[in-house]
């Protein structure tokens, strides 16, 4: 009944090709395992007392989302703030312990309908945050419990197509999560953005920073920001050309790394006014066109840069 559930939901939403290593597949727009746990968690944690008996689990498949909603709200000292504490309460013992033994194939591994151990919750807001997805809405009321996810994989493809066709490549999956949300919601604060995908404000100004840097969105006023339809670009015409502010902040992290000598990301951002995400983004752009050289690991603290030697 769970997965015949999944698969219809699945029929009734796009694919993006999403890479890995060096190959591609095609996946759908809500994690299949995403959709499985919520529907399982409707079937059993929902009420099945007389009152509620004929009262169906519904799944509604919207535009931009997809509602899972259950009859019954929370149960036994569950609450929005305790959810993800992976602490199983269940008013179902019975049926809880008939689809623990039920076989179900679970992404890549064997496993049952459901697992009875509190981890379900907190699987699919991790599983969503891997992708870069916006986070389940979990809506309780008094006689009904409801999931929302936001159908957002084939609309973050769709927007690095976007962002590639103005600044020349693609942004790391967080920036172009928070340059989706804004975009989707036309304006948005951090507090919308951090609602939305759960990441921390700090992070999401720095990354909202650099995407004002690109000339992809534009400060309205303090924390808000609205997405710049058509971005500022150096050559409209050639879609390959990053924009001004980019070419700006380029030259300007170039010309604080010394030619004898090595300096650090975080000095450079010091030095440049640059946020911290902005400097490595671009860093790690120089070291692959091989215009500076990176001395230490790549995920060290203490890599420092200088420029490249040209060997005669």
């Not at 920036?175 to 953005?193: F, K, P, Q």
């Not at 879609?239 to 010309?255: F, G, H, K, V, Y």
Request: charged fraction near 25%.
């Amino acid at each position: 009944m769970v997965d015949d559930a999944v698969k219809a939901v699945l029929r009734n939403l796009r694919t993006y090709s999403l890479i890995e290593g060096t190959g591609r597949r095609d996946v759908p727009e809500i994690p299949t395992t995403v959709l499985r746990e919520a529907i399982a968690n409707a079937v059993v944690h929902r009420e099945y007392d007389a009152l509620f008996r004929n009262d169906p689990v519904n799944i509604d498949i919207y535009s931009n989302r997809v509602e899972i909603s259950s009859p019954g709200s929370l149960w036994g000292g569950k609450t929005l703030q305790n959810l993800a504490n992976g602490v199983s309460r269940c008013r179902n013992a019975t049926l809880m312990q008939l689809l623990q033994k039920t076989p179900l194939i679970r992404g890549d591994n064997d496993g049952s309908a459901v697992e009875g151990q509190g981890s379900g919750i907190q699987f699919m807001i991790n599983r969503m945050k891997e992708l870069s997805l916006a986070q389940p809405d979990f809506q309780p009321t008094f006689d009904r419990f409801r999931v929302i996810l936001y159908r957002g994989g084939a609309e973050l493809a769709m927007n690095q197509q976007w962002v590639r066709s103005h600044v020349g490549h693609n942004l790391p999956g967080r920036e172009s999560s928070v340059l989706h949300t804004v975009r989707a919601l036309g304006r948005a604060s951090v507090h919308d953005i951090r609602d939305r995908l759960g990441y921390d404000s700090d992070d999401i100004r720095a990354m909202l920073a650099t995407l004002v840097e690109a000339g992809l969105i534009r400060q309205v006023s303090t924390d808000v920001y609205e997405p710049l339809e058509t971005p500022t670009i150096a050559n409209a015409g050639d879609a390959s050309t990053p924009p001004a502010a980019a070419l700006s902040s380029r030259q300007a992290i170039i010309d604080a790394i010394p030619t004898s000598g090595t300096i650090s990301a975080r000095d450079i951002a010091e030095s440049t006014g640059k946020s911290l995400p902005t400097v490595r983004r671009i860093l790690h752009e120089l070291v692959d066109d091989g215009t500076i050289t990176a001395i230490g690991k790549k995920q060290s603290r203490l890599r420092t840069y200088t420029r490249a030697q040209t060997m005669d």
